[in-house]
C-alpha cells in the first residue's frame, strides 16, 4: 500500500520519505508530545500523557515556540535523539 504524504509548508515537489519504523511495544518506550503552541493543545497532550504512562511509557514534553513556523532544528534534534516516537498536538 503506498501512503501520500504532504508537507503544508508549501513543497513544490513532493520529496520520498521512508516511512519510520514502529515501535513495538509502550512498555519502556520513551515517548515525545510536542506541543505547537496552539490553544488546548497541551489539554490534549495531559490526556495522552496519563495514558501513556498507565501502559508503561516514558513520556518527555516539547514546546514549539509558535505554531506558525516549523520547530527548530535544535528541538527537532533533541526529539529525534532523545525519544522512540512523537506526538504532536494539533488542537484548537
Known amino acids: 500500500m503506498t501512503i501520500s504524504v504532504l ?10 520519505r521512508t516511512r519510520a519504523q ?33 501502559k508503561g511509557a516514558n513520556v518527555l514534553r516539547f514546546t514549539k515556540p509558535t505554531f506558525t513556523k516549523p520547530a527548530p532544528v535544535d528541538l527537532r534534534h533533541e526529539i529525534a535523539t532523545t525519544c522512540d516516537a512523537v506526538i504532536e498536538a494539533l488542537a484548537d
Open 22 to 54: 514502529r515501535i513495538t511495544s509502550l512498555e519502556g518506550a520513551t515517548i515525545g508530545l510536542l506541543d505547537i503552541s496552539k490553544p488546548r493543545g497541551d489539554v490534549f497532550l495531559d490526556t495522552v500523557q496519563s495514558l501513556l504512562e498507565k
Open 7 to 16: 508537507d503544508p509548508t508549501g513543497e513544490q515537489v513532493p520529496a520520498h
